[in-house]
């Protein structure tokens, strides 16, 4: 357990995590493979976990830089280009890998403006001020003119209001549907762990990143075992060398091994294809949900 229930709740750890969209569905979904116990009702601003001592904040997406760097959470998860937007004062953990997308320049299908370069001394429409300011101002662009839209920016094009936008584009569906193409992508997000540089609970803290960082590293990983005649023990481990190295067991039969190994799930089928080339036999998959390394 995190936390014993009879501790006081001074010590409670607290998590914020986005309150809608896809982000929070991956936020659950990564916290509950953690070992965390918890309902979601309706539009509910906390939940408490009361096994773990931990409890879940529903906030904002672009709040969570600020309620991590001032203290009022231990931890928070939130897209990267946020964290940097807000020039959050706060210690990353861990890269999630989901909520990925791209921070991009984009304009009209017919409009002249084909580079960030062309937006010289032109309107520029978006929710993440300070990214594009510190971008015109390394690129030497002068004369930028940048506004702060909080809404759906992609309209503010066709109704003449902008020349250009910087936005969160993820499939780019959204811009083509407003006649918009993208121009130039100033830098790649994607969700993050993130943590107040003063822990109230660095113990707790630390238990739970461990967690999540095991769920991240199975989700990336299959379990491997097989059967490997002895001759080519050497060719096999060199096709699967595992995250550290694999675990070889000897059997009944002098002429065969049993190999355990993690390969990345991306490679299982080739990795198996090339065992079963030199002679590998009873090649099997296992789905992995949690490990420590």
Known sequence: ML????????????????????????????LRKSGLKFRITGRQLFANCVETGVMIIFSHAQDIPALVSEGVVDLGITGSDLIIEKDAQVTEYLKLGFGKCRLSFATHRESPFKTAKDLKSKIVGTKFIKLA??????????????????????????????????????????LREHDLVERDEILKAEAVLVGNKKQKNPEMADKLIR????????????????????????????????????????????????????????????????????GCRAILETEMTHCRL
């Open 3 to 30: 936390l014993n229930k009879n501790e006081s709740k001074k010590d409670e750890l607290r998590i914020a995590i986005p309150s809608k969209g896809r982000l929070k569905d991956h936020c659950v979904e990564l």
């Open 133 to 174: 300011e510190n971008f015109f101002k390394e690129n030497g662009i002068n004369d930028v003119h940048i506004i702060e839209i909080s809404g759906a920016v992609e309209v503010m094009v066709l109704l003449g209001l902008v020349d250009a936008i910087l936005d969160v584009v993820e499939t780019g569906s959204s």
């Open 211 to 278: 967690r999540m960082q095991g769920v991240l590293i199975a989700s990336k990983y299959s379990l491997l075992e097989y059967n490997c005649p002895s001759k080519v023990i050497d060719d096999a481990t060199k096709i699967t060398p595992g995250y550290s190295s694999p675990t070889i067991q000897k059997t009944d039969s002098p002429e065969w091994y049993a190999v355990r190994v993690m390969v990345e799930k991306y490679n299982v089928q080739q990795v198996m294809d090339r065992l079963e080339s030199i």
